[in-house]
């Protein structure tokens, strides 16, 4: 088990950027994908971007491509969601999770969780 914790979240103007940061303590973070997802209100939890294990591979939802970036650093134990260009529609709790088979697509199972950061975006 890993214990994800995220920061960053934060109220921005559109247009605007963030840092969220996932600090991971625990099991070696070395082994896991990793993904952000985000849960608007009445809205599902959904993937917003992830990356396998050593970061070679990464993995967007079509809405945030271009503007998210997602990327890892594992001497820190940190994954890190970069957001430019923010709009309104990118409102909500945004999570991460680890994937124990080191994947970080939005299909593999997510085994942990953190508690989420709110990220708001409005003028």
């Known amino acids: 088990q890993v214990q994800l914790v995220e920061s960053g979240g934060g109220l921005v103007q559109p247009g605007g950027s963030l840092r969220l940061s996932c600090t991971a303590s625990?099991?070696?973070?070395?082994?896991?994908?990793a993904g952000w997802f985000r849960q608007a209100p009445g809205r599902e939890r959904d993937f917003v971007a992830g990356?396998?294990?050593?970061?070679?591979?990464?993995y967007y939802t079509n809405s945030v491509k271009g503007r998210f970036t997602i990327f890892r650093d594992n001497a820190k134990n940190i994954v890190y969601l970069q957001m430019n260009r923010l709009k309104p529609e990118d409102t909500a709790v945004y999570y991460c999770?680890?994937?124990?088979?080191?994947?970080?697509?939005?299909?593999?199972?997510?085994?942990?969780w953190g508690q989420g950061t709110q990220v708001i975006v409005s003028s």
């Open positions: 625990g099991r070696a973070f070395t082994d896991y994908g």
């Open positions: 990356l396998s294990w050593n970061g070679a591979s990464t």
């Open positions: 999770a680890a994937d124990r088979m080191g994947i970080g697509n939005s299909r593999v199972e997510y085994s942990d």
